[in-house]
């Protein structure tokens, strides 16, 4: 076992809007690519945003998906959804939605009308996950992952502890079902408090800093609302916190399969992006009203 050292640090760019609910950092693709980051497709990050008051919730109409899955946490504010499949409901803080658009969906995402009301901080991350090319045509999932039933792993000498979204850590999985082997954690620490991972070297592995700031291996610090890359080389890594720090750290097995990607929609040839779009244009992902 070797160390997994960073790759690079990333500094926040100009964020950018998502319908007119979402101010995100294009962390994947763009300063990473879709291929480096696989099976990870896009991470957007909204970082802390006062929202003013609005009557009519902010956020982005009915759009489809296909072919990959949708997973939204919530830091700060509260998300309503609702989708084709009947499914939807509200993430609240600390809550993860883990949606599986699969063989297609069509769906909204708003801010949720009572918080809407009142605004305030809005924080979220939104990832996509690819699907491997024999689950793409699956039936659309729905999995709420509220946060009073993740399971959680409490560091020595109190110095925090893993929610685990995904995955396992020290032998406690995570609630979210997924089709290939992926970690997704909150890391929270206590200032000074650290801990130690390991993934295997040709996990596409990251950290976000959602809250203070940390040091990696006792090398590099990464400040708050930066994403920092692993390297595929090594398989340990530590995190000590400079201050108290919510860390969202990722691994996740590559798939080894083509992308053909293009807006909602990720297949494996540019055959069957166009059959999704041709499909999509046709109402085959059912209905859903504005
Ligand atoms: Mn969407």
Redesign the pocket.
């Known amino acids: 076992m070797s160390i997994k050292n960073i790759e690079k640090i990333i500094t926040p760019g100009t964020p950018r809007f998502v319908g007119d609910g979402f101010r995100v950092h294009h962390f994947i693709p763009g300063t990473v690519s879709m291929q480096r980051m696989d099976p990870f497709l896009v991470m957007d990050y909204n970082s802390k945003y006062h929202f003013s008051p609005s009557e009519i919730p902010r956020g ?1 109409g009915v ?1 489809p ?1 296909k072919g990959f899955e ?1 997973v939204t946490i919530a830091y700060k504010g509260r998300i309503e959804h609702g989708d084709s499949t009947g499914a939807g409901g509200v993430i609240d803080e600390g809550d993860v939605q883990w949606m599986t658009a699969a063989g297609g969906v069509l ?1 909204k ?1 708003f801010h949720e009308r009572e918080w809407s009301k009142k605004g305030g901080e809005f924080q979220m991350v939104q990832l996509w996950v690819n699907l491997p090319a024999k689950h793409k045509q699956d039936e659309p999932r729905y999995q709420l992952l509220q946060n009073k039933n993740m399971a959680r792993v409490a560091l020595p000498d109190n110095n925090g502890e893993v929610e685990i979204i995904a995955g396992e850590y020290q032998g406690k999985k995570g609630s979210a079902n997924t089709f290939s082997p992926i970690h997704l954690y909150n890391v929270k620490l206590k200032k000074g408090g650290g801990i130690k991972l390991d993934f295997p070297a040709e996990y596409a592995t990251a950290i976000l800093l959602i809250e203070g700031s940390v040091k990696v291996n006792n090398k590099e610090i990464v400040p708050q609302d930066h994403f920092a890359l692993l390297k595929k080389e090594g398989e340990n890594f530590s995190l000590e916190a400079i201050e108290d720090a919510t860390v969202l750290v990722l691994g996740g097995a590559p798939l080894h399969e083509p992308i053909a990607a293009h807006g ?1 929609f990720v297949m494996n040839t540019r055959a069957e992006l166009i059959q999704a779009f041709d499909d999509f244009n046709n109402g085959k992902f059912g209905y859903l009203e504005d």
């Open positions: 982005v759009h998906h949708t769906h995402e909602p």
